[in-house]
Every structure is written in structure tokens, then in C-alpha cells.
């Protein structure tokens, strides 16, 4: 009765069970609204693209408007005016508008500021795919402990009994103590790596909190019969070739040097001539106060009179520091140019790595799923033959851990191969809601 009830544990570890909690999309939702990674990138976003009004302001009328009162006091008796000490109070008021005519600094550094935003905005499109990825690979971290436990369990309760019987044919004396010392040594190593896995999914239960802002309850797990199909197209130079133009980690890295090539074009302007156009409308009025008669004497008419004027400003020598700051930002623009082809091969690498993984994927999913099935058959032959004498206990114990090793190996390659679809179809810049949505459908 108690191999039954061991092969039945074994057969279950091995077997995702049906479940009705929470599934991938309920996940991903609450992490789009939750997950601080792209909060951060949002905001990071919305900054960089205030520096595109900011540009823009330079090259725009400038308006402005003041009012003055100034007191001059004058000392000592003026015998031609014969007046005691007082005050002359002048008021002016005046406003102006100051408008940039030529100035092709301020118009490439518009220029590096709009593509500074638009590189930040694919940044920003890159960690809204990175999310995907994030959840998926959290989600199935944690689906994949939970099989890991079940193996784990069961292969303690399959060295348990393996342990009584042991120590039960040792007491009647048909068995060596050896066997009893060796199958206690497994079972209470089981015991310890029950609990080193069951610590492990409480770790990663809590990493996929920490994205969705919200406890995690029951997953729905991934079912037995995953299609095995290669990627589509079946040529890795397509996802490669999709990945040229698509990754947005790749454009936001060709934006940057485009920013950089307009930070160059601003820094040698800053040699050629700058125009602008002013009107100013101001008044001032000015009056005497008497310090002994307290009298009051105007000098002024307080009348408006405008002024309308153009100015070319030519650079000729500053220090130094436009040379200086062109030089700089040639060498940002290189940096920016190698950073673009660092991106570039890592991206061509990572598109391949995951198409070759998927497809060796689809093979170790194949071939994980027999070595199940021969060594759950492995370890009943065993039993059959410990049971009549033609096997001793170690060729049982040693057909127990073959068989937790093949259910622990298969249980990651299912988990792992999904994840590499993901990893793929991100790689190649198409990842989408609608892939987590087929994903989704892969959970019973």
C-alpha cells in the first residue's frame, strides 16, 4: 500500500495541478499600475521632455516689464537756489520685448532637445516592454519553486517509507544496518532541501510582490501540453533583421547620437553672429522736495517714448570656451556612437541567443518529459525487485533521486521555454499585450 501511495506522490510531483487563482494577466495589470521600475521611467520621461519648451523659449519673444522710484538727497544750504536740503525722487516705467532674429545655437539646441526626448521616449517604450518580461519571468520563477516544493516533498515522503522499511527490516534482522544508515542520510538531506526550496518560493513570492504592489495569492500553473512549435519565421536572420529596426533600446541609442550631433552643430555657432530685434516703451518722471517748505517741484514731464532697436552681436575671442565646448561635445558624440554599437551587438547577440534557445528548448521540454516517464518507471522496477531480493536499497535510493533530478529538470525547462518566447519576441522590439494574452492561455 505505502509504494502505491509513493508512486501516486511521484506521479502527482510531476504533473501541474489544476488552479483557480490569480493568472499571469491579473499580474502584469497590477504591476502597469504598481511597479516603481516604470513609474521612474515615466517620470524620467515627462523631465527630459520639458527640455523641449525650454529650447524652444529661447527663440521666442521675450517680454518684460519693471518700475523704478530712486531718492537722491542733497546736503547743505544752495545759496543761488536758496533752498535747504531735499530730496530728487525719479519714477520710471518701462516694458520691452526682446526678439531672437538669428541665433543657430539656440536653434540646434532645440534640435538636440527634441531628439534627447524622443530617445528618452523609446527608453521609456523599452521599460514597457521590460515590464512584460519582468512579470512573466517573476510569475513563472514562482510556478516553477512551487513544482520544485512538490518534487521536493515528495521525494522526502518517497526516502521516508524508503527509511521505514529499512529500519523495519532491520529490527526483524533480514536487513544490514547499512541500509539503515544510508537511507536515513537521504531522508533527512530531503528534509533539509524541502525546506531550502520551500524558503526559495517564499523569496520569489515576495520579488513578484514587489512589481505588482500587491500580495501574491494562488497562480494558475502552467499546463502539461505546451505547443512545441520552432519560432516563426524559423530564420534567426529575421528576428535579427526585425530587431535592426524595431528595439526600442536600439533607437533610443541612435536618438542619443543624433542629440550629439546637434550638441556639435550648437557648440561651433557659438562662433558665428548672433541678431536680435528690442522695442522698448518707457517714462520717467522726476520731482524735488523741499526738506524745510516740504514744496514740491516737478522736473520732469513723464511722457512715453519708445525705442526700437537691432543688435548684431559678433563672438571674438572667449577664452577659449567654444573651442573647448566643441571638442567636448564631439567626444560625447563619439561616446554616443559607440554606446550605439555596443547596443547593436548586444542586441544582434541576444535575438540569436533566445532564438537558438527556443528551439534547444523545445528539445530539452521533449526529452525532460521522457526521462520522467522512464525513470518513474525506473524507480518501480527497482522497488518491484528490492521487494523480492534481486535489488538492494541503494539501487532504490539511487532510483529516487534520478527520478527528482529528471522531475526537477523538467519543471524548469517548461517554465524556462515560455519565458524564452518572451525574451525572444522582446529582443526583436514586437513584444506586445497580445503575446502575455497567449501566454495567459498556457495557464490552467
Same mark, same amino acid.
Given at each position: 500500500?505505502?509504494l ?8 502527482l ?19 502597469r499600475?504598481?511597479d516603481?521600475?516604470? #513609474?521612474?521611467?515615466?517620470? %524620467?520621461? &515627462?523631465?527630459?521632455? *520639458?527640455? /523641449?519648451?525650454? $529650447?524652444? @523659449?529661447?527663440l ?13 538727497s ?35 539646441n532645440l ?24 512579470? #512573466?519571468?517573476a510569475?513563472? %520563477?514562482? &510556478?516553477?519553486?512551487? *513544482?520544485? /516544493?512538490?518534487? $521536493?516533498? @515528495?521525494?522526502?515522503e518517497?526516502f521516508?517509507v ?20 544510508q ?17 526559495t ?19 494558475k ?25 524595431n528595439?526600442?533600446?536600439? @533607437?533610443?541609442?541612435q536618438?542619443s547620437?543624433d ?29 524735488l522736495?523741499?526738506?524745510s ?17 537691432l ?6 575671442f ?6 573647448s ?50 525513470a ?13 531480493g534481486?535489488?538492494?536499497?541503494l ?18 525547462a517548461?517554465?524556462q521555454?515560455v ?25 490552467q
Amino acid at each position: 500500500m505505502r509504494l502505491k501511495l509513493l508512486t501516486l506522490a511521484l506521479s502527482l510531483a510531476a504533473v501541474s495541478l489544476p488552479s483557480y487563482g490569480e493568472d499571469l494577466l491579473d499580474a502584469y495589470r497590477q504591476a502597469r499600475a504598481n511597479d516603481p521600475v516604470l #513609474a521612474q521611467a515615466d517620470a %524620467t520621461r &515627462l523631465a527630459v521632455h *520639458e527640455g /523641449v519648451p525650454q $529650447a524652444r @523659449a529661447l527663440l521666442l519673444p521675450q517680454i518684460n516689464g519693471g518700475m523704478s522710484l530712486q531718492q537722491t538727497s542733497s546736503t547743505g544750504y544752495n545759496a543761488d537756489l536758496h533752498r535747504d536740503p531735499g530730496h530728487e525722487r525719479t519714477r520710471s516705467i518701462s516694458a520691452s520685448v526682446d526678439q531672437t532674429i538669428l541665433n543657430l545655437s539656440d536653434i540646434a539646441n532645440l534640435q538636440a532637445a527634441h531628439s534627447t526626448s524622443d530617445s528618452q521616449e523609446k527608453t521609456y517604450e523599452a521599460a514597457a516592454q521590460e515590464l512584460f518580461v519582468r512579470v #512573466a519571468s517573476a510569475y513563472f %520563477t514562482v &510556478l516553477n519553486d512551487e *513544482e520544485q /516544493v512538490a518534487v $521536493a516533498k @515528495a521525494n522526502e515522503e518517497a526516502f521516508r517509507v524508503t527509511y521505514d522499511q529499512a529500519e523495519q527490516q532491520y529490527k526483524v534482522g533480514i536487513a544490514a544496518i547499512t541500509n539503515l544508515y544510508q537511507s536515513k542520510s537521504l531522508y533527512e538531506a530531503a528534509k533539509a532541501n524541502t525546506v531550502t526550496i520551500e524558503n526559495t518560493l517564499a523569496n520569489d513570492r515576495q520579488a513578484l510582490s514587489v512589481i505588482t504592489g500587491k500580495p501574491v495569492g494562488d497562480l494558475k500553473k502552467l499546463r502539461p501540453d505546451l505547443p512545441m512549435d520552432p519560432p516563426a519565421p524559423a530564420d534567426p536572420q529575421n528576428w535579427v533583421d526585425s530587431a535592426m529596426k524595431n528595439n526600442p533600446t536600439l @533607437a533610443a541609442a541612435q536618438l542619443s547620437v543624433d542629440a550629439a550631433e546637434h550638441s556639435i552643430n550648437a557648440a561651433r555657432a557659438g562662433h558665428l553672429p548672433t541678431i536680435s530685434a528690442s522695442l522698448t516703451r518707457a517714462k520717467s518722471t522726476a520731482w524735488l522736495e523741499n526738506g524745510s517748505a516740504n514744496q514740491i517741484g516737478a522736473t520732469g514731464n513723464g511722457r512715453w517714448g519708445n525705442t526700437i532697436g537691432l543688435t548684431l552681436s559678433v563672438p571674438i575671442f572667449s577664452g577659449g570656451l567654444t573651442q573647448s565646448k566643441v571638442r567636448q561635445s564631439i567626444d560625447q558624440r563619439d561616446e554616443a556612437q559607440d554606446s550605439l554599437e555596443l547596443t547593436r551587438r548586444q542586441v544582434t547577440q541576444n535575438t540569436l541567443n533566445y532564438y537558438n534557445s527556443v528551439i534547444a528548448g523545445i528539445s530539452e521540454v521533449e526529452s525532460g518529459k521522457a526521462a520522467v516517464e522512464s525513470a518513474q518507471k525506473a524507480v518501480d522496477a527497482t522497488k518491484a525487485g528490492f521487494q523480492v531480493g534481486t535489488q538492494i536499497i541503494l539501487d532504490v535510493l539511487t532510483s529516487i533521486q534520478t527520478l527528482t533530478s529528471a522531475q526537477s529538470t523538467y519543471s524548469t525547462a517548461r517554465h524556462q521555454l515560455v519565458l524564452n518566447r518572451l525574451l525572444l519576441k522582446q529582443s526583436s522590439g514586437t513584444i506586445g499585450y497580445d503575446d502575455m494574452e497567449y501566454v495567459n492561455s498556457l495557464l490552467q
